[in-house]
């Protein structure tokens, strides 16, 4: 249940990155402006940069202008807003620069503390070590951990296992952003609680799930993080594989958070492993080059930043397979890449063919129903049925309907992702973050993967900017007698 009004303290490391400005202090605007956050909560900025308290809350304001929808941005929400505004400067490897921020809680009469690590995860142990040197970690504490925690399996038990010695496992909020998405959540909803659903979801019924988060932007400016982590490490270990886990899962005895993990995580470790054996015949990698996207010449990968190799994939697909009862023989195709067509990102379920057609005489191909479940660039959920089309005509013609099962119910602004998770750390649920046995078998997965990629046992391809992948991704699914939805 969300707690109107509840103070806290909130301290942001990395408070003036990007991912600060643009996400988490508009989605703490709104939790204030919706009085999900009490006014005697503090908002902390702790930033290397060295900044007057004036010129920070100048700096927010015009951020939070920029980025708030300009109708709920008020002079007199701001004001009140910027009372709970603090900044520090820190450096985040420098265990002494922390005695400032021990001094700033000596006064605090906020119980709950959330530490929310904007940084890169390598700062992770040594802003927890800190934090607990200085006595800056109570029961009521919480860390929340931005992705990706770590390159491989032994990095981010490596990360887990420093911020484990001193925050304990129900304390640690490893968060992805897809899972704030209304959308995201409505799969549960959608799954559980309806009659006519529960008994298609199986092999029985569905030919094969694709998935699909594809972005018409590149690596913009931000080449030197991007190629140390690429579309494998930055995307499907961590979004498509959740979004994965939400389809393929088993009902959870209750909506309690272990339960609803629990069940991701025997998803997890069903997934058959992808190895040298079968590598080649189940995943395609690719770099993009250069194009037109948007109307606009781009450059490729490699010309963006004056470098002229790297083995490091902006498009990754694969065609998945879940080893257990329930979806035996049905394949999950996954896909995600940058600089493609459009920004996309979708889920579709494919139902299976029915079994005999009275309107084959049409000479006429029944199309597949389909469930298509679209996260963004607009968030909705269509069933596609089939119907007559109407008029007078000898022969009975169908075509295509779309049924749309979620939709906005009223005027009111949507909610940012963040917004639900944000207020979900501060109310002590972690049912949509990521437990740590969930990241393990990611990892274990996604690994034997990336180490043939490294062998080179799957040839790297490309893909001209502003279009849809390479060919072979096209090839990945059509051997199956399957199209991608486009």
Request: net charge negative; aromatic share 10%.
């Amino acid at each position: 249940m969300n707690i109107l009004n509840k103070n806290c303290d909130i301290s942001i490391f990395g408070g003036h990155g990007d991912l600060s400005f643009r996400k988490l202090l508009p989605s703490l605007y709104y939790l204030f402006k919706d009085k999900y956050l009490g006014e005697k909560s503090r908002i902390l900025i702790i930033s290397r940069k060295d900044i007057s308290s004036e010129d920070n809350i100048i700096l927010i304001k015009n951020k939070l202008k920029e980025f708030v929808e300009k109708e709920y941005f008020t002079e007199e929400c701001f004001n009140k807003f910027k009372e709970m505004l603090y900044v520090i400067k820190v450096d985040f490897s420098n265990t002494n620069s922390y005695l400032v921020l021990k001094n700033f809680y000596k006064n605090s009469k906020n119980e709950d503390r959330i530490n929310y690590l904007s940084t890169s995860p390598e700062f992770f142990p040594s802003i927890c070590k800190a934090l607990s040197e200085y006595k800056l970690i109570n029961d009521n504490s919480r860390v929340v951990l931005e992705k990706p925690i770590g390159r491989d399996l032994e990095s981010s038990q490596d990360i887990n296992k420093e911020v484990l010695k001193y925050f304990d496992e129900k304390q640690i909020f490893r968060i992805d952003h897809y899972l704030g998405k209304d959308t995201v959540q409505n799969i549960l909803a959608l799954r559980f609680s309806n009659r006519f659903i529960m008994p298609l979801w199986d092999s029985s019924n569905i030919d094969h799930v694709q998935i699909t988060v594809s972005e018409s932007v590149g690596v913009e400016g931000r080449w030197g993080y991007y190629d140390q982590y690429g579309a494998m490490r930055d995307m499907i270990q961590n979004h498509l594989m959740q979004l994965l886990c939400l389809i393929a899962m088993e009902p959870p005895c209750s909506l309690e958070a272990n339960n609803i993990r629990d069940e991701k995580v025997k998803v997890l470790r069903s997934l058959r492993t992808i190895n040298a054996r079968n590598i080649s015949e189940n995943t395609v990698r690719a770099q993009y080059k250069a194009g037109i996207s948007e109307g606009k010449s781009v450059p490729g990968y490699l010309e963006g930043e004056g470098v002229s190799q790297s083995t490091t994939e902006t498009f990754a697909a694969i065609k998945v397979d879940i080893d257990n009862w329930r979806w035996n023989g049905v394949p999950f195709y996954i896909r995600s890449g940058k600089r493609m067509q459009q920004r996309n990102s979708e889920i579709v379920v494919h139902f299976k063919e029915i079994p005999h057609s009275i309107f084959n005489d049409n000479d006429e191909h029944i199309a597949q129903n389909k469930l298509v479940i679209t996260l963004q660039p607009k968030e909705s959920i269509k069933l596609c049925l089939l119907g007559k089309v109407p008029g007078l005509v000898e022969n009975m013609k169908l075509q295509e309907i779309d049924l749309e099962l979620h939709s906005a119910t009223n005027t009111n602004r949507k909610n940012e992702a963040y917004e639900r998770l944000i207020l979900d750390v501060i109310n002590n649920d972690p049912t949509l973050f990521m437990r740590l046995d969930e990241v393990d078998e990611a990892w274990k997965w996604t690994d034997s993967i990336i180490q043939g990629w490294s062998d080179n046992l799957v040839p790297m391809k490309n893909y001209q900017a502003g279009t849809d992948g390479p060919t072979a991704a096209i090839q990945l699914i059509a051997k199956d007698g399957r199209s991608w939805h486009e």
